[in-house]
């Protein structure tokens, strides 16, 4: 969960080659969804009914295979991270075990969302500041700011951190090297030089905002490369912060891991063993 998007692309495709080799993935729920990978046997601790199920397809995904088995089992709180899904509430209200499970084993989803559905519409109706008849007031009288404070579609739970070292240059495109200004003669990006262009970027109070909006959307694609996110209410927050520059996390909101050498590695990602907590994203 903590390895860089380059590394993630790189593990998926060692993952997909025909060999004799056996690979144990170990992941956090960012393998749930969109990574086209394909194992024999999965195993997981459960969370929302249709996030299981995203697991179990990748899971002999071409269902090509003979005896491949998901075990799933009940382990940490799941409410530590879906506390405010709708869909965890009325599972944890509505649903028991043996009902988890057939609507697991016949793929009746549609009767955990219609009881989400059922509570949404039940909430809508009530005359209440989080309510669709306020969104609708606000609309009405074009009072874009309150719409664009309250209205969150999906609430951000994680903090990003950014790491600010080396990656190869084969991990970016032309316009991306061009847009950077890095030397034709050098094989690596430094972290560091990308934190400075999007600092530049940030305090350069350009009239032009066609063309400014343009290089922020620029080196956000490129800043991703470096970054990777962490639960909010995670105690590794605390411990993570003792290497990062705090100044930059107080400015932008992000954790600049400026001291990473000693708890960060390109190919393992964050070395939990140097901190006391592992809940990350």
Sequence with gaps: GTILESQRIKIIKKSKQKNDSKIILVSTQVIEAGVDIDFDIGFKDTSIIDSDEQFAGRINRNASKNNCKVFLFNYDEEKNIYSSDLRFKEMEREINFDKYKEILDEKKFDELYDLVIAKRNKQNQKKTVENLQDYIEYLTNLNFQ?????????????????VPLE???TDFNEDEIKFLNIDTNIDYVNGSIVWKRFEAICQNKCPDFYNH???????????????FSIFKYSNLIKDIKVYADLTIFDKFGIIYLENYEKVYSLEEGLIDTKLKDSNFI
């Excluded at 309250?150 to 950014?162: A, N």
């Excluded at 909006?213 to 970054?227: A, D, L, R, V």
């Design 213 to 227: 909006s343009i290089e922020n959307k620029k080196i956000q694609g490129i800043m991703s490369k470096f970054m």
């Design 146 to 162: 309150k719409i664009d404070s309250e209205f969150i579609l999906i609430p951000d739970k994680s903090i990003s951190v950014f």
């Design 167 to 169: 990656l190869p240059k």
